[in-house]
């Protein structure tokens, strides 16, 4: 079918194009220009009258806000509209309708500088890494202010004077009272959404926690996306900066993962911040040590080393429990699957998870085992550290999949089929190789399961008898009796040895 479909690209306001795609079947449905003006201008009489040329030199606090408040002979109605002859269509004053907003929005005439958050300094272009495609089309497709904000409201009635085309002809707003909340996003980002994946239909959080548990923002809009996502344009990708905002609320979380284990809890924060990372091997120490994930961008060594918290977690879809139909995690190579975790027993054999982590986690010298593509929002990089010499004396890198879950004498892996998160923290810890704080014993090795042993802190892997000490701490979690050399245990015992 084919439809005539109102359409703005750059640079022209109205512009009627035939789509002759099965898209433009969605666009009727999703038609983003104001189709008839805001209904019922409400009627104040009181409110004062603003020349333009009080209105470039009005400071933001003293500024009226011309919202609404207007009645039809105001001359607050041309704080955007001539009287007879305009530049812009609907009498506006300014050739395009964002440029009537950023007259005052634009940090001048009210508080909030939106034309600093499209980075449209330079009008049709914008200096964020992400915005929604209003400084210029983005895959065919654009937006303007008024696609989203009506301009005649009254504040006090809409939460942010948010409105939304209903489809035919009029406007679906959100009134303070009862505010539509994801509906709003749904109407471009539903089943319906005309756009290329990944932007299209973000329904698929309906089922996740996020929904669930993650709350209202504080603007009472109840458009729980925007406690992730900027409505108008970020500094950083997918209109969301990754790890701060997840902080925002999982500062209280455990951090050696998994909060329904009898762990000490702390924040999941300070598993992401518990020691700097150091990854320069010619410096002082002469050491490269990773003790979390490297998800800042300070810590991605110029790309050589990159993960995100998307890359592991789907965050519309992740759930609060491991089950049939959730998970807490997602598949790297493609986060629209969820990764099934099976419990073997009560505590760490879960050989799933192992799969989980040799998605990235190959061999040494696999270093892009993920390119980002539609479902995959990063690159995964690492970096081949075994001509790096670790704290005992052998090659950094030597951790291998196959070795791990195929050879025989692969005691851990291949023998006692143990999880990698058994001794290694997803997220990050203040032991090197991100060893885990609290270990619980499977049992096998000596120590009944389910004993959770001492914590372990500190440990920088290096050969001296205090970091004996340490690590031998910690392997005797569940290795209750073992011999003690006086070496780093690692000296012989390590993912590269036999009988590890
Ligand atoms: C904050 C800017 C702003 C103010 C103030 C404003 N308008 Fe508008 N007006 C617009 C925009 C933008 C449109 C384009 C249609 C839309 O987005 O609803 C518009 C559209 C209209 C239309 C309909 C034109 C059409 O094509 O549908 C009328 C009529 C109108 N305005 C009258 C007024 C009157 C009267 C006032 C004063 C009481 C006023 N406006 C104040 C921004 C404003
Ligand atoms: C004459 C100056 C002026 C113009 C032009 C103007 N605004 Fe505003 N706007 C204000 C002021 C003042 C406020 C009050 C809040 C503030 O200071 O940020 C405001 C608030 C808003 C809000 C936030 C409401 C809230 O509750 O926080 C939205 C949304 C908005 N304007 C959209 C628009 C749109 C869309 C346009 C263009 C069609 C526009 N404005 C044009 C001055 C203006
Ligand atoms: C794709 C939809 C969309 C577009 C396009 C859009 N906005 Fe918004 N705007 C939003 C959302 C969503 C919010 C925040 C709602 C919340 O915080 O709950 C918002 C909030 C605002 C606010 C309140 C202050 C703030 O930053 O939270 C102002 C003012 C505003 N918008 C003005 C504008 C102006 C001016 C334009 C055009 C230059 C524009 N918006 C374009 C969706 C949009
Ligand atoms: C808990 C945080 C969170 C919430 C809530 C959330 N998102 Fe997301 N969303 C993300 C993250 C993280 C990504 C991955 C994109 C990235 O970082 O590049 C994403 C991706 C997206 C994308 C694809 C963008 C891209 O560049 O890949 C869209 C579109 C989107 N979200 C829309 C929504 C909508 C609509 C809602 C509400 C129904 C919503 N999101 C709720 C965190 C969230
Ligand atoms: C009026 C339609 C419209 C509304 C409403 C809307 N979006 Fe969008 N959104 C778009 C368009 C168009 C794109 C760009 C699609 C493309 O590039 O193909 C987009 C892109 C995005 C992206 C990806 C940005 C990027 O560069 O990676 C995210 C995330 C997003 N929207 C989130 C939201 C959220 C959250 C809401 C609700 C607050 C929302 N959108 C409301 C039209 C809309
Ligand atoms: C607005 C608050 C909020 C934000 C922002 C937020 N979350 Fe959540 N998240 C929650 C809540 C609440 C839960 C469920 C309660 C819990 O388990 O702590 C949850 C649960 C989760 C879970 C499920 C695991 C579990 O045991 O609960 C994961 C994984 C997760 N969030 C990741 C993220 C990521 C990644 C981000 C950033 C992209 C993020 N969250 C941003 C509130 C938030
Ligand atoms: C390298 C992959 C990876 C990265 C990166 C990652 N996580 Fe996780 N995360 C996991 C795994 C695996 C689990 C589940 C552990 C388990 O069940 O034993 C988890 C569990 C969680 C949980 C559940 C609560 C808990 O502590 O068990 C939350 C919340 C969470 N992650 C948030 C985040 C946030 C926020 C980020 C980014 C700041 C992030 N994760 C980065 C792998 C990762
Ligand atoms: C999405 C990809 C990804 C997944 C999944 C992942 N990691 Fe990582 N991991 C990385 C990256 C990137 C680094 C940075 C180290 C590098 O550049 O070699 C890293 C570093 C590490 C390190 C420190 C390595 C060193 O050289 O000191 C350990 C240990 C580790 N991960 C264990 C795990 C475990 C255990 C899991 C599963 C719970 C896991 N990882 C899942 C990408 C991933
Ligand atoms: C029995 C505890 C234990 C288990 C189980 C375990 N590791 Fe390790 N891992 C260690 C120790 C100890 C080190 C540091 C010593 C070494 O191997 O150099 C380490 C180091 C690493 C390193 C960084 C150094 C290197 O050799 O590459 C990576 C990556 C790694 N492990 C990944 C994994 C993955 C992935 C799994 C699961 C498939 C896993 N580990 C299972 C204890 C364990
Ligand atoms: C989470 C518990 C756990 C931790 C921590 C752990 N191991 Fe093990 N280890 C096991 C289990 C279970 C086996 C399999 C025992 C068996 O086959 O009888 C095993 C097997 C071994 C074996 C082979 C035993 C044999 O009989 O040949 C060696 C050697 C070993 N571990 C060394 C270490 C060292 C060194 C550390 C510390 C770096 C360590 N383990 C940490 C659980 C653990
Ligand atoms: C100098 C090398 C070396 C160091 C250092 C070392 N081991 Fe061993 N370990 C061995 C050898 C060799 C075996 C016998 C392996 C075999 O049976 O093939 C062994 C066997 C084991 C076994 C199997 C049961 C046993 O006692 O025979 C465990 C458990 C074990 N080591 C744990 C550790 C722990 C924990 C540390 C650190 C406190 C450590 N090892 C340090 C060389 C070492």
Redesign the pocket.
């Known amino acids: 079918m084919t439809k005539l479909v109102k359409f703005r690209v750059m640079g022209v306001f109205r512009q009627r194009i035939v789509l002759a795609t099965t898209l433009s079947v969605f666009f009727g449905v999703l038609t983003f220009l ?1 189709a ?3 209904p019922g ?1 409400p009627a104040d009489a009181a409110a004062s009258s603003m020349p333009l040329t009080i209105l470039a030199m009005a400071q933001a606090a003293e500024f009226p806000d ?2 609404g408040l ?3 002979n ?1 001359n ?2 041309l ?3 001539d009287t007879h002859d305009a530049p812009g ?2 009498l ?1 004053a300014t050739a395009t ?1 964002k440029e ?1 907003c950023y007259r005052c929005h634009d940090g001048s005439g009210a508080t909030a500088n939106i034309r600093a958050a499209f980075g449209e300094s330079i009008l049709g272009e914008s200096t964020q890494r992400s915005y929604h495609p209003l400084p210029h089309a983005l895959d065919g497709y654009s937006v303007t202010c ?1 696609d989203c904000h ?3 409201q009254a504040r006090s009635e809409f939460t942010k004077l948010l409105r939304i085309n209903d489809g035919s002809g009029g406007w679906v707003y959100s009134p303070t009272d009862t505010p539509i909340g994801n509906t709003y996003c749904y109407r471009c980002h539903g089943t319906d959404s005309p756009f290329p994946a990944p932007f299209g239909d973000q329904t698929t959080f309906e089922g996740g926690v996020h929904q669930v548990l993650g709350g209202d923002p504080p603007s009472g809009s109840g458009i729980q996306c925007v406690n992730c996502h900027d409505g108008h344009g970020s500094a950083y990708p997918g209109l969301s900066q990754q790890e701060a905002t997840c902080f925002t609320c999982h500062n209280t979380a455990t951090p050696n993962t998994n909060p329904d284990l009898p762990f000490d809890t702390t924040e999941l924060e300070y598993a992401f911040t518990a020691v700097a990372n150091d990854y320069d091997a010619t410096d002082a120490d002469g050491l490269i040590r990773i003790y979390h994930h490297p998800i800042g961008d300070d810590e991605q060594d110029g790309g050589s080393r990159r993960v995100e918290c998307a890359s592991c977690h789907n965050a519309h879809r992740v759930d609060r429990d491991y089950s049939g139909t959730g998970s807490k995690i997602s598949n790297p190579g493609d986060t629209r699957g969820d990764v099934a975790i099976t419990w073997t027993d009560g505590t760490f054999t879960r050989g799933t998870i192992s799969q989980f982590c040799v998605a990235c986690h190959q061999d040494p010298a696999t270093t892009a085992p993920i390119n980002a593509g539609t479902w995959v929002p990063y690159d995964i990089r690492l970096t081949d550290d075994s001509a790096v010499l670790n704290g005992s004396g052998g090659p950094h890198d030597t951790f291998d999949a196959t070795y791990y879950f195929t050879n025989e004498r692969s005691d851990h892996g291949a023998g006692a089929q143990l999880a990698c998160t058994a001794c290694h923290d997803p997220h990050g810890s203040s032991n090197a190789y991100m060893l885990r704080e609290n270990v619980i014993s499977p049992g096998g090795a000596g120590v009944p399961a389910g004993t959770v042993g001492p914590r372990v802190t500190g440990f920088v892997d290096e050969d001296t008898p205090e970091q004996q000490t340490i690590l031998s701490g910690f392997c005797g979690s569940c290795h209750g009796d073992h011999h003690t050399p006086n070496r780093l245990c690692t000296q012989c015992h390590n993912h590269g040895s036999p009988r590890f």
């Open positions: 104001p008839a003006a805001g201008q011309p919202h207007l009645n039809a105001s607050g109605c704080s955007c509209h269509p609907a506006l309708e009537a008024g009506t301009p005649h």
